[in-house]
C-alpha cells in the first residue's frame, strides 16, 4: 500500500494547500469523493457553513466512507484532509505562506485511501468507517479554539445513527521519512487500552521500532473531540517533524516506507477484530 499511498500524497499536494474556501479544497473534495464512491459501500459527505472568529463564511465537508454498514461490530479511522492557511511554526522561514501539507494533512488522507483499496480488494467481515474530517488546521489553536478541529466537532454532534464504534484512531503525521510514533498524551488519558491495542498491533507487525511504545507528546487534535462525544479515540501522529507548519511540509519529507509500515498497523487492527 505504501507506493500507492505515496501517489495519493503527490495528487493532493499537485492541487496545492487545500484551504477551507479555496477552489483547491473544492476540487480536494470533489477528487475525494469520487475515489471514495469507486471504494466504499456508502459514503455520506456531511456539509455545512461555519462562520470564523473573524466573521469569514467556509463551506466544509466531511467525508464518511462506510464499509459493511450493517455489521454491529465497526471500528473508526479518521484523519483530516484540509491544510493550514499559515506556516506559523516558530521554525518557519516565512509565516505568511500555507502550509502545503504533504504530512499534515496529506499522509493521514493517503493512509485511509490505502485501506480503502485493502477492504474493495478483500472485504471485512466486521464493519469499517473511515472518516475525512475538514477544517482541522484553519484557526490558532488558542487565540480562535473554534476555528481549529471544526470537522470533528461537527462529526461528534451529528453522529452516524446506529452502534458506536469499537474505538477510533486519528492518523496525523503519518509519512515522516525519519517515522517514530511516541504514544500521545491526551490519548493515554482519554483511551489507554487503544493505545495498548495499536502498539502492541505494530509490536507483534516487528515494528516496535516505529511505534515506540512510551509516552512523549500531549496534543490537541481531532481525537479530543471524538472522545468528548463518547468515543474512544486516539491520534497516531509523529509530532517530531522539523517541517510541522512551515512551507517546507513538501513531498520530499515524506516517504512510501513510513506509509507501508503505518498502513499494515491499520489493516492488522482490522483484520484482528474480523
Ligand atoms: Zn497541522
Known sequence: MGATAFGYIERQVAFGPRIPGTEAHRRMAGWLDSLLRQRADTVIVQSW????????????????????????????????????????????????????????????????????????????????????????????????????????????????????????????LVADKDLQLYQEGNSLIGAPEVVNLVWDTAKDLGYAGYFVAAPRHTLIDDHIELQKAGIRAIDVVDFDYPAWHTPDDTIDKVSASSLQVVGDVAMALIRREE
Open 49 to 172: 457553513n461555519h462562520v470564523t472568529a473573524k466573521g469569514d463564511t467556509l463551506p466544509l465537508k466531511n467525508f464518511i466512507a462506510r464499509f459493511n454498514p450493517a455489521a454491529e461490530k465497526r471500528v473508526l479511522l479518521l484523519a483530516h484532509w484540509d491544510s493550514r492557511p499559515v506556516s506559523d511554526s516558530p521554525k518557519s522561514r516565512d509565516p505568511s505562506r500555507p502550509v502545503l501539507g504533504a504530512n499534515d494533512g496529506g499522509s493521514g488522507v493517503a493512509l485511509l485511501l490505502g485501506v480503502a483499496d485493502a477492504l474493495k480488494r478483500a472485504p471485512s467481515t466486521i464493519g469499517v468507517d473511515l472518516l475525512f474530517v475538514d477544517g482541522e488546521d484553519y484557526g490558532d489553536f488558542t487565540k480562535t479554539p473554534s476555528d481549529v478541529l471544526i470537522g470533528s466537532r461537527y462529526y461528534g454532534a451529528h453522529q452516524l445513527p446506529g452502534p458506536k464504534p469499537l474505538y477510533a484512531v486519528l492518523f496525523d
